[in-house]
């Protein structure tokens, strides 16, 4: 899909708002280092990509050395659940309220000549067979999972401890169930959002630490922006706050299926792409400048967008085990 240009349609404001007493409710209902210091400061301080403009120009630089010595990349989607939203609106309030949609739930695994980097570890597994799935947020959400994350990794080989990174699009529920598989996996994230997630005010974020408290004993690489995480610019974190402050997408740079963004909850579905539309908990500021810069990326790169809770366009891809190159 060719990128949406960020001049020509601008997000609105929201023509209504979310009932504030169903907003606290969902709310309240969703929240229910053996490396040394110096190395990883070291590897984050060599990693690290300053500014929007260094980052398309090193993207762009490394594109082009790539087409002559592409990195050998797989990328790995799993079935990580789906989420039944019994109100549209949540997710952009100038939509009609009580509408439903359904959402995937993805997760992915980047396997580098380098590392493998896990992204996003979605519903818990242990909501498999749950009989008509299990209800969250008041009854806002329907929660349902067909196939552990933890047997589609079994099917490929591969154990949950040799996976070397682990990086959340977020910190919401439906992105960081599951992390006790990853126990000898470095954390990428955010320092905003790390400070944040163990904080009196993680619930004001929708953050739950139980979902991810066990990771406070991995080695962690706290970032401050976009990041290239095996320094060949094929696998980059391109920091998106806005959904939450400390928010990020991934590039990556296929060799046969091209340039591709995973958009985390940059967007959640294909018609708030079309329209710019977000959620009423959003910042407002952060979130339209993200969207400008992923379209900048996605025509300066000539790169996909790749909607992760959009359902119809998770139908489409072929599952792990089959992989993108």
Known sequence: MNSIKKNNNRPSAPRTLLNPV??????????TFSLNASELNNHQSHNALAG???????????????????????????????????????????????????????????????????????????????????????????????????????????????????????LHFDHTANTSYFQNATWLIQEVEYDLAFSPEAEQFFFNPQDYSVLQNNDTIKLNGHYDIFGDASV???????????????????????????????????QNREEYGFPVFNTRKETVHSFALVDDLLDE???????????????????SPAFYQ
């Open 52 to 170: 929007d403009k260094r980052l398309i120009k090193h993207l762009k630089k490394a594109q082009h050395h790539n087409r002559h010595q592409p990195v050998d990349l797989k990328l790995y989607v799993f079935n990580c659940g789906e989420i039944l939203a019994r109100d549209i609106s949540i997710f952009n309030p100038a939509l009609t309220p009580d509408e439903q949609i359904i959402f995937s739930d993805t997760c992915y695994l980047i396997k580098h000549p380098k590392g493998t980097l896990i992204w996003d570890t979605g519903l818990s597994d242990s909501l498999l067979g749950a009989p008509n799935g299990v209800d969250a947020g008041n009854g806002a959400f329907n929660l349902s999972v067909s196939k552990t994350l933890k047997s589609q990794l079994d099917e490929i080989d591969v154990d949950p401890l040799s996976i070397d990174f682990i990086a959340f699009s977020h």
């Open 236 to 270: 980059v974190i391109i920091s998106t706050p806005g959904h939450t402050p400390g928010h990020q997408a991934l590039y990556l740079n296929l060799a046969e299926t091209g340039p591709t963004i995973l958009s985390g909850d940059l967007y959640h579905f294909q």
């Open 22 to 31: 169903k907003y606290l409710m969902i709310a309240l209902a969703i929240s």
């Open 301 to 319: 790169l000539n790169a996909k967008l790749w909607i992760q809770h959009d359902k119809p366009f998770f139908n489409s891809l072929n599952l």
